[in-house]
């Protein structure tokens, strides 16, 4: 894989003493979930706060905004449907480079159903000032109703769209071996991090509903994921909230053929297993187990709306007539915008990999992204 600069491999060093010392202070050991909380998150120097640049083809890797407008040309149609059902209000949680925001802005205006607000929660300063760049850059004119947040806010009503958030949020990591059931954290193995186990407590010594699998197998259980939905339970008070990212229902996620796991880390477009390698400079990704976050969801108060393949969802939202009404552009310009929509739908891109699940609370169905294919009974 390409060697970092200087810069950068000196702040993964600094990062990596700072959680050795963690792991020092903790007696040896700290449970997965705090290592890729610091990894991802550590103020200025995690892979989210820190200042290298994650996203498009300089970056680490391509998310389905920066594939084709058209992407944020679907999702607009269902979110102009959540806000005219509940409040004209919208709310981006991890907006990562910002062309998804400037995108649905400039969708949105098209369809007259501009949010009165459009809010962002993100937690990383240099993403801040790069989103803040791209709105400024495409859609000058409609940057002034964009502002951001660093916390929840105490209530809601509007739509809330999250593209590849939940894979981020720190997962745990468990053993189920033929002796027992075991949280894997970090130690240290003269100087460099290590797994270690210890018995698994509480909420890790089973998953509801999981097939069942020979030992050994190892997988995550994402509780953080699970408590940012709950979370929302309490805070909307009408509205959705519209939830795109990469994983499976339950029984798939804990297949007995997946024995190791769906932890990845991604460094330049290239993808690897070994989230110990230079910490920082490193995407940290688990597959997201749906059937755990619409449970979530259920159990706070909320209603389960919809699930589908993204595929799915973006052709119930218009897709293929978004992609005709371009013919007029020119061959070349319409041949990107065609190439870029058949990888965000074809089965072996990310149309069937990518799920999209709604949760909300007072909104009537039907859904425009859920009228064809739903698939709420696989979960």
Not at 57 to 77: I, K, M, N, R
Not at 218 to 239: D, M, N
Request: hydrophobic letters at 45%; proline letters at 6%.
């Amino acid at each position: 894989m390409p060697e970092p600069d200087a810069d950068a491999a000196a702040a993964s060093a600094q990062l990596a003493e700072r959680i050795r010392e963690e792991i020092r202070r903790a007696g040896g050991w700290i449970p997965f979930s705090r290592y890729m909380e610091l990894a991802l998150y550590a103020p200025g120097l995690g892979y989210y706060s820190g200042g290298a640049r994650k996203f498009g083809a300089a970056g680490d890797f391509v998310t389905a905004p920066e594939l084709s407008p058209l992407f944020a040309q679907c999702l607009a149609v269902q979110l102009a449907q959540i806000m005219g059902r509940s409040a004209p209000r919208l709310l981006e949680a991890g907006a990562g480079s910002g062309i998804l925001a400037a995108e649905l802005l400039l969708a949105l205006e098209r369809l007259g159903a501009l949010p009165e607000r459009y809010e962002i929660l993100e937690l990383s300063g240099e993403l801040r000032a790069r989103q803040q760049e791209t709105l400024l850059a495409r859609a000058p004119r409609l940057a002034a109703r964009v502002g951001w947040l660093e916390a929840l806010p105490e209530s809601f009503s509007g739509a809330l769209v999250a593209n590849e958030l939940l894979d981020a949020l720190p997962v745990e990591v468990v053993a189920w071996r033929e002796h027992g059931v075991f949280a894997r954290g970090v130690g240290l193995e003269d100087g460099a991090f290590a797994w270690r186990e210890r018995p698994a407590e509480g909420a890790l010594l089973a998953v509801p509903g999981r097939p069942t699998f020979t030992p050994p197998y190892v997988s995550e259980v994402g509780l953080a994921a699970r408590a940012w939905i709950a979370e929302w339970g309490r805070i909307l008070r009408r509205g959705a909230l519209l939830l795109l990212d990469y994983g499976f229902p339950q029984r798939e996620v804990y297949h007995p053929q997946r024995a190791e796991g769906t932890l990845m880390c991604h460094y330049r477009h290239h993808a690897h297993a070994d989230p110990f390698w230079l910490p920082g400079l490193n995407d940290i990704t688990a597959h997201v187990d749906f059937t755990a976050i619409a449970e979530a969801g259920h159990e706070a108060g909320l209603d389960v709306l919809g699930y589908t393949s993204q595929a799915q969802f973006l052709l119930n939202c218009g897709l293929a007539q978004l992609l005709e009404a371009r013919q007029e552009d020119g061959a070349v310009a319409y041949a990107t915008l065609a190439s870029g929509a058949q990888k965000l739908i074809s089965p072996a891109e990310m149309g069937e990999l990518f799920k999209v699940l709604m949760l909300g609370k007072e909104i009537d169905a039907p859904l425009l992204g859920f009228t064809s294919g739903d698939r709420l009974h696989a979960l």
